[in-house]
């Protein structure tokens, strides 16, 4: 599951991720990370489910991070989309390509959100929700 990590200004400094991959063993891969003095977001994915995810979650929340899981990380309006290509190139993680026939192919599980592709997008077509 990929979820977004706030870091308050009051938590910024502490190691809590990596207190909490030491104590559940669960190896949080992050995906992306603004971090400075005053707060810090980390967008990861975290490779458990059911107890030992709400484990991991409930960790962050008492650490006094704000968890924000991603149900879904991007939308594609298939009317709107031309397939041109222009949303391809720019993604950092690969999440966009083409297939055989040439349309277009989204891997969820790749997608950091970065919101690249929104911007290059020519017709509107991608969209955060």
């Known amino acids: 599951m990929r979820v ?5 200004h ?3 400094e502490k ?5 909490i991959v030491l104590k559940t063993g669960v190896p949080i891969n992050i995906l992306e990370a603004k971090v ?3 707060k810090g977001e980390l967008i990861v994915s975290i490779p458990a489910t059911g107890d030992k ?3 991991v979650l409930n960790l962050f929340r008492e650490a006094g991070v704000q968890v924000q899981e991603f149900t879904e990380t991007l939308r594609i309006d298939w009317d ?3 397939a041109c290509g222009a ?3 720019p993604c950092p993680t690969g999440a966009l390509k ?3 026939d040439w349309s277009i192919e989204f891997d969820d599980e790749k997608c950091v959100a970065c919101k690249v592709c929104v911007t290059a997008c020519p017709v509107r077509a991608i969209s955060l929700p």
Request: with cysteine.
């Open 10 to 12: 009051d938590v910024v």
């Open 80 to 82: 709107k989309c031309m």
């Open 36 to 38: 400075n003095a005053q």
């Open 4 to 8: 977004k990590l706030i870091y308050s």
């Open 87 to 89: 949303c391809i190139s």
């Open 53 to 55: 995810l709400r484990e």
């Open 15 to 19: 190691p809590i991720l990596a207190s």
């Open 98 to 100: 083409f297939k055989d």
